[in-house]
């Protein structure tokens, strides 16, 4: 008898557990029943951006809770579709297919237009090279340019960083750098790019490693690694990133970032976005290196 | 008395039943479901695309020989390191070591597989990839090889521990033979017991090899990603893209039902697939291991 309550009891235990929680979540609910939670997920890049103003909202209104989560544009956009979070954030504008999804899942997508972002390209600081012409970089990443001798620097293999292609700055980079705006033009990235997981992973391999060309949000770009001026064509001056330069559009290449909501969004998470766009929350927005939205 | 004691065996028994049982249905569930979201892969995208050399999933490229690819070159280089270190480490256990330095060499080697692969790979981003660029002058350290020598590194636990129980349960008196006979200790060791243990020394390959090839988060921080088809023979010098880093960050990202969503579970079954294989056939050299010392034995 003894021997079946020792099997027995451990297993009671288990399946309790699983009550435990139950019961704690509900009490949660009950006795803070003011507490609204906003579940905002996407971008990589504006992970950063979104955690401070969640920070700041909740300091401010310390009955919303928001919890941000980064894991990249499409799958913000695929969590909206699937209807699992209220906010996704993209660094890209959605596409037809996945405004198709969502249609087919009864869901409808809203856009917002939150800050702006420069794409920096960054080599290692003892790389010599300085500037670069899109033409020139849609070359090294199409795999035509295979050497950094072809680019005025020295003669060493180059090697190209990428996001995954979850990554809407992998999407925006494909679309306006590789391909340089056309939409005809069906250029892919070389295959032999390092698809690599998080933006960390870019800064940290192009530190280490001299061959290694990289791209990034300006916002994530630190001082252990250098920025390429960059020019529209040969003919144009270089310019190098920076919030001034997005801001007066010398710099080319540089992007929306999109918050999208299912249809027009109502409540709390409509006081959510219209803070945003006020100048407090656009002041978060500069202060970590991204463009505010009231000055374009 | 007598009734609650029956109630409590049938209740035990069934339990019992009940949990032995569960594994296998939930191994046919997972069969299914993975048959469920992958083989409308097979009427969505064409053969020739599937065994294109191009994977670019945004695009509609679902060339899977990249991927394929990736993930054997890694798991061989893999092999390379494992075995000859793995099958040297539990011969040293087993057979040479003195009883001391036993008794803490196997929970240690033992430890090293309960480390996270998400912090060998760390380690790896950090550590190796940058000296293996270094050390061999490579355009970039993110490569197949830097993958193998982790994921070398995270199966050789699992064959040593399981080499080692093979080994050591090679009866004394074999051993005790072969030394009467004149044979020295190395003779003993490569003529007697290693083969006597064969069955079992396949099982701990075969497990380990099992083992490095689900791997995932190790091998999606240092392998680079690159989906090139690594057949070049100097490939395992170069960036790769193995299937289970491929669903592990393009799984988040797909619309349920997609095609891309499709291919990513085709690639799970595919992988479930050669896993399952790599068992069976473990688990039949175990079998055979088994039917054959009872042969003795009789």
């Known amino acids: ?296 | 008395m007598e009734t609650t004691k029956n109630w409590n065996e049938f209740i035990l028994k069934w339990l019992i039943k009940f949990s032995g049982y569960s594994a296998i249905i939930f191994v046919i569930l997972i069969f299914y479901f993975l048959l469920l979201a992958g083989l409308p892969t097979i009427r969505e995208v064409s053969l020739s695309n599937l065994l294109s050399t191009q994977w670019y999933p945004i695009e509609n490229y679902f060339g899977l020989l990249p991927l394929i690819g990736g993930t054997i070159i890694v798991t061989f280089g893999a092999a390379m390191f494992a075995i000859p270190i793995g099958l040297c480490t539990a011969v040293y256990i087993s057979e040479v070591s003195p009883q001391s330095a036993r008794n803490y060499l196997k929970p240690l080697v033992e430890a090293l597989g309960g480390i996270p692969s998400v912090v060998l790979g760390f380690l790896g981003i950090m550590i190796l990839a940058p000296n293996l660029r270094l050390l061999l002058d490579l355009p970039t350290g993110l490569s197949a090889l830097a993958g193998s020598i982790l994921l070398a590194g995270i199966a050789i636990p699992t064959i040593v521990s399981i080499a080692e129980d093979a080994l050591d349960s090679v009866p004394r008196s074999y051993r005790d033979g072969a030394l009467a006979l004149g044979a020295t200790e190395w003779q003993t060791i490569w003529r007697v017991t290693f083969p006597a243990a064969r069955s079992g020394v396949l099982t701990a390959i075969m497990l380990g090899i099992g083992r490095a090839i689900g791997e995932t988060m190790a091998v999606m921080m240092i392998t680079g990603n690159a989906a090139v088809l690594p057949i070049k023979l100097n490939s395992l010098f170069h960036p790769v893209r193995t299937m289970t880093a491929t669903i592990a960050a393009e799984m988040g990202e797909v619309a349920k039902n997609s095609t891309h969503y499709h291919v990513l579970f085709f690639i799970g079954l595919l992988l479930f697939i050669v896993s399952l294989g790599i068992n069976i056939a473990a688990s039949t050299a175990m079998f055979r291991q088994r039917k054959r010392a009872e042969r003795i034995l009789s």
Not at chain 1, 114 to 132: E, G, K, S, Y
Not at chain 1, 267 to 282: F, H, L, V
């Open chain 1, 1 to 296: 008898m003894k021997n079946i309550l020792y099997i027995i009891t451990p297993l009671i235990f288990i399946l309790l557990s699983g009550c435990i929680q139950g019961t704690e979540s509900t009490l949660e609910i009950t006795a803070t029943p003011q507490i609204t939670s906003i579940e905002n997920l996407g971008s990589d890049t504006m992970v950063n951006l979104a955690l401070a103003w969640a920070e700041k909202y909740h300091g401010l209104y310390p009955n919303v809770e928001i919890s941000v989560t980064g894991g990249g544009s499409g799958t913000g956009i695929a969590a909206l579709v699937n209807g699992t979070i209220d906010i996704a954030n993209a660094s890209r504008e959605i596409k037809p297919e996945e405004i198709q999804q969502a249609k087919d899942n009864g869901v409808k997508p809203v856009e917002f237009v939150v800050a702006r972002d420069a794409i920096a390209v960054i080599v290692n600081p003892t790389n010599p090279v300085n500037q670069l012409s899109i033409k020139q970089i849609s070359d090294i990443y199409s795999g035509r340019i295979n050497n950094w001798s072809e680019v005025g620097g020295e003669d060493r293999v180059i090697v190209r960083l990428s996001r995954e292609t979850n990554s809407g700055t992998h999407v925006y980079f494909l679309e306006n750098v590789i391909r340089m705006g056309s939409k005809t033009d069906k250029t892919l990235f070389s295959s032999d790019t390092l698809l690599l997981p998080s933006s960390e992973g870019i800064t940290a391999e192009t530190r280490d490693n001299p061959n290694a060309i990289g791209y990034d949000g300006l916002g994530y770009v630190t001082s252990e690694v250098k920025m390429i001026a960059i020019a529209l064509d040969s003919s144009c001056p270089f310019i190098l990133p920076s919030a001034y330069t997005v801001n007066q559009g010398q710099y080319p290449i540089a992007r929306d970032l999109y918050m999208y909501t299912n249809n027009q969004p109502s409540g709390a998470i409509a006081d959510y976005i219209n803070w945003i766009m006020t100048s407090e929350a656009q002041n978060i927005v500069t202060e970590l290196g991204f463009v505010p939205i009231s000055k374009h």
